[in-house]
């Protein structure tokens, strides 16, 4: 049976991109739609150029009403019955209760060596930290934030003169190596982690 994958998006999208281009031939899921919670995010734009379904569910219109939020975002995703939901950059914390619904079917993609600097700004904390080794994380999403179990990892060394800037562009680049590996093997079942670099 071939998987139903739905993306979650904030921003351009370079990851989803990554994801929906990777599910071709043999792979054993298909995109079926993308969804921002930022009506402006470019990744809209970049879906629906390559023919898919992209819908907005402006988070601001809900105010501090996180549930009536991911109401309607779920009601936004059900017409296209996904199997799994892939976070790409989407930068809104997820109650329990969503979390709940999509229990071992959601995917998130971290910037980080998890368990390090869950939360934002992890490449300037790991060059703070002086760490010669960063990466990013791919993990099954539970209700606490970058939590769950590891799907992947992707290594990249930090290099003299890195600024948060020029670590974030290596990681990125490891970022749209991994999640299309990790989404591959977890489609077809395999909950082993893919280790890269
Ligand atoms: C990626 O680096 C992703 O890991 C990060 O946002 C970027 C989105 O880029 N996600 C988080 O920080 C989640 N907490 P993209 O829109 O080009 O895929």
């Keep these: 049976m071939t998987a139903r994958v739905g993306i ?3 921003g351009g999208g370079s990851n989803m991109v990554t994801l929906v281009r990777s599910m071709t031939g043999t792979h054993p899921a298909r995109p079926c739609v993308v969804v921002s919670n930022n009506p402006e995010a470019g990744g809209l734009i970049r879906a629906r150029d390559m023919g898919l ?5 402006d988070h601001r219109a809900y105010g501090k009403d996180r549930a009536a939020f991911e109401a309607a975002l779920a009601e936004a995703l059900a017409p296209f019955e996904a199997d799994i939901l892939c976070l790409a950059g989407f930068m809104r ?5 969503f979390v ?7 995917l998130n993609i971290h910037p980080s060596l998890l368990p390090k600097y869950r ?12 760490d010669t080794q960063a990466g990013c994380t791919v ?5 606490a934030l970058d939590d769950g179990p590891i799907l992947g ?21 490891a970022e749209h190596r991994l999640y299309p590996a ?3 093997r977890f489609a077809a079942g395999d909950r082993r982690p893919v280790l890269l670099g």
């Design 93 to 97: 914390v997820l109650t329990a209760g």
């Design 119 to 130: 939360g934002l700004d992890t490449h300037a904390r790991a060059i703070e930290a002086g």
């Design 53 to 57: 379904p992209a819908v907005a569910v």
């Design 139 to 143: 993990h099954e999403v539970t209700p």
């Design 153 to 173: 990892q992707a290594r990249v060394p930090v290099l003299p003169g890195d600024t948060a800037e020029t670590l974030a562009a290596r990681v990125l680049q």
């Design 182 to 184: 990790v989404l591959r």
């Design 100 to 106: 709940g619904d999509w229990r071992g079917r959601m």
């Design 8 to 10: 979650l998006i904030s």
